[in-house]
């Protein structure tokens, strides 16, 4: 079996439900079939300590991927998904009130890193029905984007980052954790294709 790894984040500011971990404990239920081994966990909407979680997933489980999935609360009916991370610009303060020295992840890091995974293949080759589903360079200079260069820089670019919308009356954890299979099996198969 192929372990792959997905997190959400929990509560912060306004969101005390966040759309990231209903969905993905909603993936989870579904699963990804027989040959997927699928392992959740919810991160803090901390960077010290989200990264801290990102890097024990990598020096210890070693998945095939890792799939990041936050809330973007500037979309109503989005589905954003991510192709790289970005090192410096962290700026805005957690939820525990603090931001990253020097205002970045990785002290000599580079200054982006691009997930293995071809969004834009992705994007082109998939639909769900009710919802849209765009392509993004920037994740924005908080937890999700600092998350996401975390695993990317372990991760070796085996990583993905995608971005839901909050929760409402049409989008609901049962509608994102379906779309989010759909998407990441053929996250998977990409994985497949690139290993061959």
């Known amino acids: 079996k192929h372990l792959s790894f997905f997190s959400g984040f929990g509560p912060f500011r306004q969101y005390l439900v966040n759309s990231s971990w209903e969905a993905v404990k909603e993936l989870s239920k579904r699963g990804l079939g027989e ?14 300590k989200a990264k801290e979680q990102v ?20 979309s109503t009916a989005l589905i954003i998904l991510e192709q790289c991370g970005k ?19 990785v002290l000599d890091g580079p200054e982006k890193i691009e997930s293995t995974i071809n969004m834009k293949t992705l994007w082109k080759n998939i639909s769900v029905e009710g919802i849209d589903i765009t392509l993004s ?19 070796n670019g085996r990583a993905a980052f995608i971005h839901v919308p909050p929760l409402s009356e049409s989008v609901t954890a049962e509608f994102l954790g379906k779309a989010l299979q ?7 198969e990409q994985c497949g294709e690139q290993r061959e």
Request: aromatic share 12%; with cysteine; hydrophobic share 35%.
């Open 35 to 48: 040959n997927i081994d699928l392992q959740i966990m919810q991160l803090p909407v901390a960077y010290q």
């Open 55 to 74: 890097c024990k997933i990598w020096t210890t489980l070693q998945p095939l991927l890792t799939v990041h999935v936050g809330l973007a609360s500037s």
């Open 87 to 105: 090192n410096k610009g962290y700026q805005e303060r957690d939820a525990c009130g603090f931001h990253p020295e020097g205002a970045c992840c």
């Open 137 to 155: 360079r920037d994740a924005g200079r908080y937890i999700c984007d600092y998350t996401y260069y975390t695993s990317l820089y372990y991760g």
């Open 182 to 188: 759909t998407i990441i099996l053929a996250m998977i």
